[in-house]
């Protein structure tokens, strides 16, 4: 299997180089999960309750089992952009200014997560945060509302099991 490249795309409202050099160290702890047999090994064997993915033109499909949606995200297929899938994860992250609850969130092929969380939070905790908003670039959503199903949702799960990886080095 080839390995899954992670690249920093785009970074907008990275103002200062240690923003920046934070990125660089957060995009190592990605690519450090997305290689990780046992990230792989936790994904086929996980109890996802909510598989559903949404293709760019709206339909919503459940993907029927665990080694599809790894396929899926080792792919490295980001939606709504033109490039094919070539097992690399392009990240493209805008950090931002809000008063809202959440870390952030995505909107098409972009992450966004808010600065103030962005420069408070571990390498760890964020890489976590961009792992599971990149499970939405590819495709995968979860109920907004807090339903039981929700955190056992692709990307909800994923991002734990990222951080769970990411705990043991």
């Known amino acids: 299997m080839k390995p899954i490249k992670i690249t920093l795309k785009q970074l907008t409202g990275f103002t200062k180089g240690k923003h920046v050099e934070k990125a660089l160290r957060i995009q190592k702890l990605i690519e450090f999960v997305a290689n990780n047999p046992t990230f792989h090994e936790k ?3 996980a109890d996802f309750r909510d598989k559903r993915f949404v293709k760019e033109n709206g339909e919503v ?6 080694q599809k949606i790894l396929d899926i995200i080792l792919a490295g297929k980001e939606q ?10 392009d990240l493209r992250i ?13 909107s ?11 420069k408070k939070f571990s390498d760890r905790y964020i890489a976590s945060h961009w792992i599971h908003e990149y499970m939405h670039v590819l495709g995968f959503t979860h109920d907004h509302d807090r339903t039981s199903r929700r955190p056992d949702s692709v990307p909800y799960l994923v991002g734990e099991i990222a951080e769970e990886i990411l705990k043991s080095i």
Request: hydrophobic residues 35%; without cysteine; glycine residues 2%.
């Open 80 to 89: 709504f952009v033109t490039e094919d899938a070539d097992a690399e994860w």
């Open 94 to 106: 805008t950090l931002y200014r809000s008063v809202t609850f959440e870390v952030g969130h995505r």
């Open 61 to 66: 499909l459940t993907i029927d089992n665990n």
């Open 43 to 45: 994904i086929l064997n």
């Open 108 to 118: 098409k092929e972009r992450i966004f997560t808010k600065k103030r969380k962005f």
